[in-house]
Every structure is written in structure tokens, then in C-alpha cells.
């Protein structure tokens, strides 16, 4: 099973994947979400509700065009759906804490 697994590994297509910027763009753009995830431990008062809203926007547009490329891109696509997720909590949060009864008074 170890030699199956390396011979998966180190056959000429994925050395091809690894190699592309079809693999390492998403790799490399995964640090947005998980800013936004650990952010989400941070205050409210700490969130732009402008850059949130805009993250949403860019990852939803990223998030078709993940799918919509030939081959389709599905950790691009990982990637920006799990950005789309955490930014919208974000949003939440940022509006609960500007917009809620209790912060207003």
C-alpha cells in the first residue's frame, strides 16, 4: 500500500499538478480564509464591514469561476467557499456589534 501510494505521488501527472499554478494559486490564497478564521476569535469592533462585504463579493466571483474553468478547479473553489462562510460571519458579528440594541445605548 506504501508503494501504491508513492508511485500515486511521484507518477508524471501529479508532479505536473504540484508543479502548476493550478495547484499552488489556491495553495497560496488559502491564507485569506484562514486570516478570517482567526480573526473571528478577535473583537467585533476590529472588523471593516467595507473590506468583509468586498471578500464576499471577490470569493463568490472566484467561487464560479472555479468551477467554471476547464479543469475545474475544486481547491480554488474549497478555498473561496470556505472564505465566503468565515467573511460572512465576520459580517454577522460586525453587525451585531454596530447595529445590535445593547452596543447602541
Known sequence: MGRKI???FTN???RQYLMS???WGPVV???IPLAAI???QKDAKLISGKM???LILYS?????????VKPRNLLLFACHFTNVNVQTIQGIRFLRYHYSEQNSA
Open 60 to 68: 463568490s466571483a472566484f467561487m464560479r469561476f472555479a468551477l467554471r
Open 38 to 40: 482567526a480573526d473571528t
Open 21 to 23: 499554478t493550478h495547484f
Open 6 to 8: 508513492f508511485e500515486y
Open 12 to 14: 508524471k501527472e501529479m
Open 52 to 54: 468583509t462585504l468586498a
Open 29 to 31: 490564497t488559502w491564507g
